[in-house]
């Protein structure tokens, strides 16, 4: 049977690191709040030269050198994104260009946090059903500091800029039961409006005048989103890992959407998984949306954390509402 697995994988974190106590100097917080509430330190931020389509950029470059493949070889590219360069062309169009690709189908998935594993479960059924395709380019890249409003304190502390990117491949290795297993993803539109942003370009609001500017940013209800993510991320996990008659004991570690800690510590409980299986970088990172799972999993990879043979399970939740999880046999 036909498997697509992930043949390379790359990502990248802008240089500029803003800290908590950074932000004390910005808005009317604490670190120690920061820490407490959301297990986050730092979070890296652009510069306003810098577009989404720079860092996605660069993860894509890594992954494809990490898959030993040209862009050339590249039979589609689908990017992940709440912040693209532009409303118009996709970001995945102003990637490939900048890849110096030519030539294949390109277009953007909106599904805010969750929108890696809704572009991998697209891109999976691409090369499961076409078998003219043989290598797809995933990227999930934002720069949600052009989205965030700088004076409210209650989301800015909150999220980062950054971008991973994975090469699929189909493989038809006999001997070999690697690759994605399963993907589910699903939404709720009435939820839509816990957490969303009216109007987003990541050239951002300059030239508009203050009282528009609102219009720009992202508005959450904290509280309603926290508790809605540990209930979908724990149901979307539990109903992939039961339709493939698997348990949390099979697993050996969990990508989640890296949002808050004690969101990520939450399921944990809840599923009874042990917390050194939950695998944990937004404490550097802060929520990158779309970019979360990606340049997580590169950073487990790279630290030892996963082994050939490996299941792994992501999981991710974001506005929509949107959820999905994934099944990944590492090789
Ligand atoms: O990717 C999916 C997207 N988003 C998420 O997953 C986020 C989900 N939500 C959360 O992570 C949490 O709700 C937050 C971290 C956003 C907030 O934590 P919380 O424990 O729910 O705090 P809260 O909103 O209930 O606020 C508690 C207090 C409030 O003060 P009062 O009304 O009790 O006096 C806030 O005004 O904390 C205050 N507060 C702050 N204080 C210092 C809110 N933000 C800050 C801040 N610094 N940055």
């Avoid at 959301?38 to 890296?44: A, F, V, Y």
């Avoid at 810098?50 to 493949?69: F, P, Q, V, W």
């Avoid at 500091?145 to 999220?159: A, G, M, N, P, Y």
């Avoid at 099979?250 to 050194?276: C, F, T």
């Amino acid at each position: 049977m036909e498997r697509v697995i992930i043949r390379g994988i790359g990502s990248y974190i802008p240089e500029c690191v803003l800290s908590n106590a950074d932000l004390e100097g910005m808005v009317d917080t604490n670190s120690e709040w920061i820490v407490t509430r959301t297990g986050i330190e730092s979070r890296r931020v652009c510069l306003d030269t810098e577009m989404a389509s720079d860092l996605g950029y660069e993860a894509a470059r890594k992954a494809l050198e990490n898959a030993n493949i040209s862009v050339c070889d590249v039979d589609l590219i689908i990017v992940a994104t709440v912040t693209p360069d532009l409303r118009f062309p996709a970001t995945a169009c102003i990637i490939q260009e900048k890849l110096g690709g030519t030539d294949v189908p390109c277009f953007d998935v909106n599904a805010v946090c969750s929108g890696f594993i809704y572009a991998l479960d697209v891109a999976r059924n691409f090369l499961l059903n076409n078998s003219k395709m043989k290598n797809v380019l995933v990227i999930g890249t934002e720069k949600m500091s052009s989205i965030v409003d700088w004076e409210d304190r209650s989301t800015c502390v909150l999220f980062g800029d950054g971008a991973g990117a994975i090469v699929l491949s189909r493989d038809t290795d006999e001997n070999s039961d690697a690759g994605i297993l399963d993907v589910l993803i699903g939404a709720d539109g009435s939820l839509g409006r816990l957490l969303y942003c009216p109007i987003c370009d990541s050239g951002g609001p300059a030239g508009v005048k203050s009282t528009e500017k609102d219009a720009y940013f992202i508005k959450m209800e904290g509280r309603e989103v926290f508790k809605e993510a540990i209930k979908r991320m724990c149901s979307v996990a539990e109903d992939v890992l039961q339709r493939n008659d698997l348990t949390v004991d099979d697993i050996s570690l969990v990508i989640p959407h890296q949002a808050n800690m004690r969101i990520i510590s939450a399921i944990a409980d809840r599923m009874k998984i042990p917390e050194k299986k939950m695998f944990v970088n937004l404490q550097r990172t802060g929520n990158t949306s779309a970019a979360s799972i990606p340049i997580a999993l590169d950073e487990a990879l790279q630290s030892g954390n996963i082994q050939s043979e490996d299941l792994i399970l992501t999981v991710a939740f974001g506005g929509g509402m949107t959820w999905g999880a994934a099944l990944i046999r590492w090789k």
